[in-house]
Every structure is written in structure tokens, then in C-alpha cells.
């Protein structure tokens, strides 16, 4: 089973800055894709932002555009997320996922860091 430990959420006032860190461990198979989601409470999970191992390729949601970055390394299997300029609104426990693609797709969660933005 593939493991995924986050760490880096915590409490910052509205404009802030938290850069969230995700390792991946224990995948038989190369991961194709890692990513973020949130969920706050009450609400649905959503994707925040994904990656894919080789490419580069990079997905957002929109109201983290051109404030949320996602990267990675795949040397350490880590991925992460850089948040800028944060709201209220971006409070959420965010997860942290792992795709393998074979002949059909899994995903792998990681227990979630906690994210509280103060006004």
C-alpha cells in the first residue's frame, strides 16, 4: 500500500504564506500523478491542484489560480504546494493524492493537514 504523509498546514492571517509538503512511500508502481484536494466543513471534497510525474502537466482550480502553485520531485516522491495570498475561504483540512494509472486507476490518500486562514 502506497503511503502519503503531508505536513506544513497550520494558522496564518489572510494574505499569508504556507507551502505544504507531501512524501509518497511504498508504491509497487510508479505514481503517474499527485495532487491536492481540500475539503472544508460542510462541503464537498474538491480538487485544488494535481501534477503528472513526467510533462509537467498541471491542473487548478479556479479560485487558486495564480495564487497555488503545485510542484514536485520525483527523486524524493514528494510533491507540493505553495499558497499565497490566502483567504478565509482556502480554511480546509487538504489532502494530499496519488494516482497510478494501469490498466485502470487508483488513488491513495494521505490523512490531511489542517489549514486555517484568519481575517
Known amino acids: 500500500q502506497v503511503r502519503l504523509v503531508e505536513s506544513g498546514g497550520g494558522l496564518v492571517q489572510a494574505g499569508g504564506s504556507l507551502r505544504l509538503s507531501c512524501v509518497a512511500s511504498?508504491?509497487?508502481?510508479?505514481?503517474?500523478?499527485m495532487g491536492w484536494y481540500r475539503q472544508a466543513p460542510g462541503k464537498q471534497r474538491e480538487l485544488v491542484a494535481s501534477?503528472?510525474?513526467?510533462?509537467?502537466?498541471?491542473n487548478y482550480a479556479d479560485s487558486v489560480k495564480g495564487r497555488f502553485t503545485i510542484s514536485r520531485d520525483n527523486a524524493k516522491s514528494t510533491v507540493y504546494l505553495q499558497m499565497n495570498s490566502l483567504k478565509p475561504e482556502d480554511t480546509a483540512v487538504y489532502y494530499c493524492n496519488a494516482r497510478i494509472v494501469t490498466m485502470y486507476y487508483v488513488d491513495y490518500w494521505g490523512q490531511g493537514t489542517q489549514v486555517t486562514v484568519s481575517s
Open positions: 501534477i503528472t510525474t513526467t510533462g509537467d502537466s498541471t
Open positions: 511504498g508504491s509497487r508502481f510508479s505514481i503517474n500523478a
